[in-house]
């Protein structure tokens, strides 16, 4: 596993200048949260890449910032738009592949106007499969105001979908659904691929790591059990920390956790 910080932590900072202070601060590993189609020009692809070839940042996953018009354009009985939006986001499959992304986040349809699971799956699947033209993992993030956030319509997509169903759990969505994280994570088992890490406990539902009550290293002990090759990102949101040293300081406190338990897989393996 990996320890990784979501730029999205850092928004509204333009997003060269988030994975440049992530970077100056000693942030190895990100999730790159896309906030707008200029943020992907050329010039600014190239201006992150080199960012990241100098302070040898690896990038794990990409946001779009598209997912609030992804209702109307993938699950309405309109074809020619799951046409459109599947081509716009072929775009960031191409952008992903410069920067050695592997997992497109995806939040689907919301819960307010649901559709049939099979009718979602279907859809949900033509991305899947135009990403992996391109080497491109899409995976289903829960969201509680989205149909993914409650874990029964996870697992029904697990059901419908097989192996093609692939998940990033949100602790704090979990928390937000009324779910348990590490029921979701029993549940889905090695689906979950990826995580967005965060605290939570009588201050609220997204804190930094340490301040709340989530059992933190349980939860991650079972993560490497599953899916012992995912990435851990810290997501908070900007209301919830002070400065980038929180940040920092959350991740550096990850980091010696998974590293930890690394250890004691690997002991535990030779024995």
């Known amino acids: 596993m990996q320890a990784g910080v979501s730029t999205a932590c850092l928004y509204p900072q333009h997003l060269e200048e988030a994975l440049y202070d992530l970077a100056l601060n000693g942030v190895t590993h990100v999730e790159l949260f896309i906030n707008s189609d200029s943020d992907i020009t050329r010039e600014r692809v190239h201006t992150m890449k080199t960012i990241m070839e100098r302070y040898g940042v690896t990038c794990r996953s990409v946001h779009p910032f598209a997912c609030p018009i992804e209702p109307l354009m993938l699950f309405s009985s309109y074809d020619r738009r799951v046409d459109d939006m599947i081509d716009y986001y072929k775009r960031t499959f191409e952008v992903m592949q410069i920067f050695g992304a592997e997992y497109f986040v995806f939040h689907g349809n919301n819960k307010y106007v649901s559709v049939e699971s099979e009718l979602y799956c279907e859809r949900y699947l033509r991305l899947v499969n135009a990403g992996k033209e391109f080497g491109i993992t899409v995976a ?69 790591l340490g301040q709340g009550d989530f059992r933190i290293r349980a939860f991650l002990e079972t993560l490497y059990q599953y899916s012992p090759e995912s990435s851990v990102m810290l997501e908070l949101y900007r209301k919830n920390f002070r400065g980038i040293s929180d940040l920092v300081g959350s991740y550096r406190m990850l980091g010696h956790i998974i590293t930890s338990i690394e250890r004691k897989g690997s002991a535990l393996s030779q024995t």
Not at 172 to 183: F, I, L, N, T
């Open 140 to 208: 289903q993030e829960n969201v509680e105001r989205c149909q993914s956030g409650k874990l029964h319509f996870m697992r029904e997509m697990l059901r419908i979908l097989g192996n093609d169903a692939c998940f990033v759990l949100d602790v704090k969505q979990a928390v937000r659904s009324g779910e348990s994280p590490s029921d979701i994570l029993h549940m889905l088992g090695s689906h979950v691929i990826h995580v967005h890490m965060s605290d939570h406990g009588e201050k609220g539902d997204c804190l930094p």
